[in-house]
């Protein structure tokens, strides 16, 4: 590890969006005249617009990208890294040297690898741990309890628990801070090789943060499974209980979180496949809210918005399902109050168990809801019937016998009906059973089975 040198005139947001058609990145720019302005921009324009971006002002940028040009959860794209924001728990002044060395020490006595980056923020730091690859949409559960557990491990040094959203915009390199009159820096690096910032696999921060080791994850399972450990509401937010670690981009098993994830991403391919169906001017026409009242439900129960950003995601996910629809704020006003009591902690006694505030349906109940059709089950991930489930279960195992060289049931048959054939036609011709397995490569007994088969 070393301080930074002259790594580039690049500033240092190139190092971790790369290069997409499909993406957008937000900007965010304080005019002479006091006020902020957002902007969005294709990430194939990252060098242009940054050059253009004003240097004497506050200045921010977005720092997972987005599939429409505003950075709501509901349109997230990817997430290139994890990111921690650090402020002065006093009013004391920390010089970046200072801050350099409280966030090493911090890594060090946590056992975390020193971040990719660390920026100056003017005031702050902004630690920023640069992924081999960026995580997909499905990922954020995954990403924000990552995100949770880096704030917590710097909670000494001032992480700043508002600022660990997808969402989150953060100062960029070489603008003003205008509250101190600083500059925003980058004042470590940590070589990676080739004298570029190191990259993490998401898998390595992961097991480095979750608060159990794999091991012991593994048998807490299997107390639960013996029935030696008491059983907690399968939403409940305990990390030990809820999370499992391995697997692709850091967990295994589907949790409550990823499971309310999952199904509005089931929910939004619905939408999608039936405007296509309907066409015409008005997409989803008496469906709207009923697909805007349990998107909102399960990004809330998913922790992808919170009570502060539940109304501008409600804008944003309707412009989504229908272009310029005006919806009534009256009928979201139940889920918005229980996504308020969730975040609280609430919970509400439901048959003896204890339940959060916001709705946690059945699969059964969701499909008359939509009145999904066994045609669309085919292309939802986990909105299914139990018959749906079966069938892919089933074609799951088929996959698995067919690459490990079994062969189809027809195609067995076949061939076993062939070889009686032969055993029969040399039968007729004289050959003994002894000769007839003979020329045949096979077992006296094989040959008695078929014969007597046949």
């Keep these: ?63 997972a990208q987005f599939m429409r040009p505003n950075r709501r959860a509901v349109n997230l794209y990817s997430l290139p890294l994890l990111f921690c924001d650090l402020d002065p728990v006093s009013r004391h002044h920390m010089p970046p040297e200072e801050w350099r060395r409280a966030v090493l020490m911090v890594c060090k006595d946590e056992g975390i690898p020193p971040p990719s980056l660390i920026v100056y923020s003017g005031r702050g730091v902004h630690l920023k741990w640069i992924l081999t690859s960026p995580l997909p949409r499905a990922a954020l559960p995954r990403w924000n309890f990552a995100q949770k557990q880096l704030g917590e491990r710097f909670q000494q040094i001032g992480s700043d628990p508002q600022a660990r959203d997808a969402s989150r915009v953060l100062r960029l390199e070489h603008t003003v801070n205008t509250k101190t009159g600083q500059r925003c820096e980058v004042i470590w690096v940590t070589d990676g090789g080739d004298g570029m910032p190191i990259r993490y696999p998401f898998d390595v921060i992961f097991d480095e943060v979750a608060p159990l080791a794999r091991e012991q994850l593994a048998e807490e399972r299997k107390q639960r499974i013996a029935g030696k450990t008491s059983q907690l509401p399968r939403w409940h937010a305990k990390p030990s209980l809820t999370v499992v670690k391995g697997g692709r981009h850091g967990l295994k098993r589907i949790n409550y979180q990823e499971l309310a994830w999952h199904r509005l991403e089931d929910l939004r391919t619905l939408a999608e496949m039936r405007t296509a169906y309907q066409g015409g001017p008005e997409p989803l026409k008496g469906q709207r809210m009923l697909f805007l009242f349990w998107s909102l439900n399960f990004m809330a129960l998913s922790h992808a918005v919170t009570p502060a950003s539940f109304w501008k995601e409600a804008q944003a996910l309707a412009a989504s399902l229908a272009p310029g629809w005006s919806y009534d704020k ?119 089975r078929m014969l007597a088969d046949a």
């Design 1 to 63: 590890m070393k301080p930074p040198h002259q790594l580039s005139l690049i500033t240092e947001p190139s190092f971790y969006h790369g290069v997409s058609e499909a993406a957008y990145i937000a900007l965010l720019a304080r005019q002479k005249g006091g006020d902020m302005r957002q902007q969005s921009f294709r990430v194939a324009f990252l060098d242009k617009v940054i050059q253009a971006a004003p240097r004497d002002r506050d200045c921010y940028l977005s720092q």
């Design 330 to 448: 009256s009928e979201l006003s139940t889920v918005y109050h229980k996504t308020k009591a969730y975040f609280q902690g609430e919970v509400v006694d439901f048959g003896g168990r204890k339940v959060p505030p916001l709705y946690t349906p059945r699969n059964a109940t969701l499909i008359e809801r939509f009145a999904v059709t066994d045609d669309e089950q085919h292309e939802l991930r986990t909105i299914v019937s139990k018959g749906e489930a079966r069938r892919r279960d089933a074609e799951r195992k088929r996959q698995v016998r067919r690459a490990a060289g079994v062969q189809e049931r027809a195609v067995y048959d076949s061939m076993v009906q062939h070889r009686r054939e032969v055993a029969w036609a040399l039968r007729t011709k004289g050959l003994s059973m002894r000769n007839i397995a003979k020329e045949m490569g096979t077992s006296l007994s094989h040959v008695q």
